[in-house]
């Protein structure tokens, strides 16, 4: 696995159990709070997505680049 990937899969395993652990403390009444804070995880979960989109359509339209055509 590239080192891309490695570092979002990472990134997006730690904006997971942050929207766990605001899910967890939502339950106890703080909802203000929580509305704002899931709309960065969710955010920065989105961006993430993109990226990974991104990273993938570069690496496959790189490699169908250099299939030879003749």
């Not at 990134?11 to 203000?32: K, Q, V």
């Not at 709070?33 to 899931?38: I, N, Q, R, V, Y």
């Amino acid at each position: 696995m590239s080192p891309e990937l490695e570092y979002l899969l990472a990134r997006t395993t730690l904006l997971r159990n942050r929207l766990a652990t605001i899910r967890h403390h939502s339950l106890e009444g703080d909802r203000g709070a929580m509305t704002t804070e899931t709309v960065i995880v969710v955010a920065g979960l989105a961006a993430l997505a993109l990226a990974v989109v991104a990273i993938i359509v570069t690496k496959v339209t790189a490699k169908a680049n250099s299939i030879p055509t003749n």
